[in-house]
């Protein structure tokens, strides 16, 4: 049980009253177990970009012969190239009319949840000779199949939370359901928190409020764990492992929830979970560990995407609350992970993991004007853009290689966010 000053909000804990803002769920028709998990997809599936927002031939028509019409401000190479990624993941990833992506036969929520964050980072590059709207209400159709209300899936106890939140695999009645993951629903929270800074859309805040509630339950209150406290891996009842990579985004986004809504208890939420992680996890190297088993055995695996997230949990906290001493940890930690993480160590993860990694750095450079994230970053794309780049604009990555929606939607990320301002990261 949470402490009485970081219960969960009546207004959070009230998620299913929440969801009427957003468009219903399709009517249409396990997760990853590792870190570099890989999933199955239809050959030959070509599809094509529905853009949007385009005048149709007869409005072209009727502008009148003396009037120039506007001239599309000419897109930069990383804008131009996001594009093309976009595009490429649209076409032989999304599966038309459902709001989802192809997999088994739907996507798990992890690649979804990144087909989202490129959706959303797309939609905030400028200067784009496409309306986005059309995709990011996809995109949010298809999240909603994700949703479980109920746990419907499994008997009563199985898990440790019963709140709603987002499944691994597609929910009931059109999937299997399962599991929730509290990194993936972490995922979801910190895109849609982003898109209430964007549209303004009330659903999009309740549906992150929603999974806020549902990080703040799923603290690990049991005295006798080593290191107490932090936020498991699933809700699973056998899954006690706590990570780096789950409370480090539950803290980004309790963070940005703060700031939304002005409620303290995400901000001393975001604060708990932060915390937690610097003395759970925090080696003498200045990065963090992957876990922590309940007996206190911590596994050693230095991922780049577990010190991103707390460079950018430590650069929120220093913007919410001025205390100085978050953004030195950041820069510590950005410091730790520059010397550690070389090409060869990035180029070997999954692609997912450096474009969360990328991210992060780049919001702390944008605090600091420290310029060396835009230049790892850069170097890094332009690498997969001329030697892991198929024919049709595929990514591929792992060995043997392979294209899949998660690396694709990794790329995108990355060029979108070289093409746009940090201030629209979180």
């Given amino acids: 049980m949470l402490p009485p000053r970081l219960r969960i909000p009546a207004r959070a804990a009230a998620f299913a009253l929440l969801l009427a803002g957003l ?3 399709a009517a249409t028709a396990a997760k990853h177990s590792g870190a570099g998990a890989a999933e199955r997809y239809p050959r030959a599936v070509s599809r094509p970009l529905h853009h949007g927002g385009a005048a149709p031939p007869a409005a072209r028509a009727a502008t ?13 190479r990383n804008s131009a190239r996001a594009l093309l990624a976009f595009e490429a993941m649209q076409r032989y990833y999304y599966v038309r009319g459902s709001g989802l992506y192809a997999g088994e036969p739907f996507s798990y929520l992890w690649p979804f949840s990144q087909a989202l964050a490129a959706t959303f980072s797309m939609a905030n590059v400028p200067g784009l000779p496409v309306s986005l709207s059309h995709e990011v209400h996809a995109r949010l159709i298809g999240l909603r199949t994700y949703l479980d209300q109920n746990n419907s899936s499994a008997p009563e106890g199985t898990y440790t939370s019963t709140l709603p939140a987002f499944d691994g695999t597609v929910a009931p009645p059109t999937g299997p359901g399962g599991a929730k993951y509290y990194d993936d629903n972490d995922w979801i929270g ?3 928190a982003r898109n209430y800074k964007r549209t303004h859309n009330p659903g999009a805040l309740g549906y992150a409020e929603g999974i806020m509630a549902f990080e703040m339950a799923g603290w690990s209150a049991d005295p006798t764990l080593a290191c107490p406290g932090g936020i498991p891996f699933s809700n699973n009842l056998e899954n006690t492992d706590r990570n780096t990579i789950t409370n480090g985004p539950a803290a980004e986004l309790g963070v940005q929830l703060y700031k939304i809504t002005g409620n303290l208890q995400y901000l001393q939420f975001a604060e708990m979970a932060y915390n937690w992680v610097r003395t759970c996890l925090l080696q003498p190297n200045n990065l963090y560990a992957d876990h922590i088993r309940p007996h ?3 596994d050693p695996t230095f991922w780049s995407y577990n010190q991103g997230v707390m460079i950018g949990a430590g650069t929120l906290l220093y913007q919410a609350t001025g205390n100085s001493a978050y953004l030195f940890q950041a820069r510590q930690t950005a410091l730790a992970a ?3 993480f070389t090409p060869q160590r990035l180029g070997e993860e999954n692609p997912f993991f450096p474009s969360v990694y990328f991210r992060n750095l780049l919001y702390l450079d944008s605090v600091t004007h420290d310029p060396p994230g835009p230049k790892i970053a850069q170097a890094y794309v332009d690498y997969a853009w001329a030697h892991l780049r198929l024919s049709n604009n595929l990514f591929v990555a792992g060995s043997p290689a392979s294209a ?3 690396y694709q939607a990794a790329i995108v990320q990355i060029y979108a966010l070289l093409s746009s301002p940090p201030s629209t990261y979180f």
């Fill in 338 to 340: 520059r010397q550690y």
């Fill in 296 to 298: 206190g055995v911590i």
């Fill in 64 to 76: 009148p012969a003396n009037k120039k019409p506007p001239k599309k401000p000419k897109l930069t």
């Fill in 23 to 25: 468009p219903p769920a």
């Fill in 404 to 406: 899949q929606l998660l």
């Fill in 190 to 192: 910190i895109e849609l």
